[in-house]
């Protein structure tokens, strides 16, 4: 599975707009497009930041919907977008989804590692870090996005509520430092998103 993601800053007077916009048209987009099995959109609102990841069951895939929807893509950013990255990664570790309705929290962790050790990583999070998260109160569902050539990894972690999203900031800390430390990888950033919209297909 691949995914690519999107990860926007402007004016926060903004995001709203640029916000209704994605509501109305990315899932009409996106399930069009051959071999779509997935789309989050995530917001800060009071800093003006979304992220976004469409999951695609291919690399080919991911770059044929790219082509033929990166135009309107933008367009749709334009309200907001003082900056946009595009990133692709391989989804290495996948929980089954669950349901996440108003409410829902988005804890977004970026980490660095030696690309040698990718593969033991994912093993680490996949066998250690996932099952703590998966028996914290109000879990939906948790991935492990890497980039073998950089050694870059996205892990995301979505809570059915925000008492639930809250509580979990300790506990997933303590799973998070053991994880890296097992591997000797680096946390670069954990920031947290309003679950806007959560389409899960794939298995």
């Known amino acids: 599975m691949f995914v690519r993601t999107v990860y926007a ?13 994605l ?24 800093l003006g930041k979304l992220t976004m990841g469409s999951w695609w069951e291919s690399a080919q895939a991911e770059r044929d919907s790219d082509k033929e929807l990166g135009e309107r893509r933008a367009e749709l950013l334009a ?10 990664w391989e989804a290495v570790v996948v929980a089954p989804p669950g ?6 929290g988005f804890r977004l962790v970026r980490v660095d590692a030696d ?10 999070f996949r066998d250690r870090a996932l099952p703590t998260l998966e028996k914290m109160p109000g ?27 809250v509580a979990s900031r300790g506990p997933q800390a303590d799973a998070r430092a ?24 794939h298995p």
Not at 79 to 88: N, S
Not at 180 to 189: E, H, K
């Open 23 to 46: 509501r109305v048209e990315a899932l009409g987009l996106l399930t069009a497009q051959p071999g779509y099995r997935g789309y989050g959109l995530f917001a800060d609102r009071a």
């Open 99 to 104: 349901e996440a309705g108003p409410g829902a």
């Open 139 to 165: 879990f939906v569902t948790s991935a492990m996005l890497v980039d073998r050539a950089t050694g870059r990894a996205s892990v995301g972690a979505i809570f059915a509520d925000q008492e639930s999203f």
């Open 115 to 124: 690309p040698a050790k990718v593969d033991m990583m994912a093993e680490v």
């Open 79 to 88: 309200p907001l977008a003082g900056t946009v990255t595009t990133d692709l």
């Open 178 to 201: 053991q994880a890296v430390a097992a591997v000797g990888a680096t946390v670069r950033s954990v920031e947290e998103f309003e679950v806007v919209l959560l389409d899960r297909r």
């Open 9 to 21: 800053t402007g004016n926060p007077d903004r995001i709203d707009r640029t916000l209704d916009g």
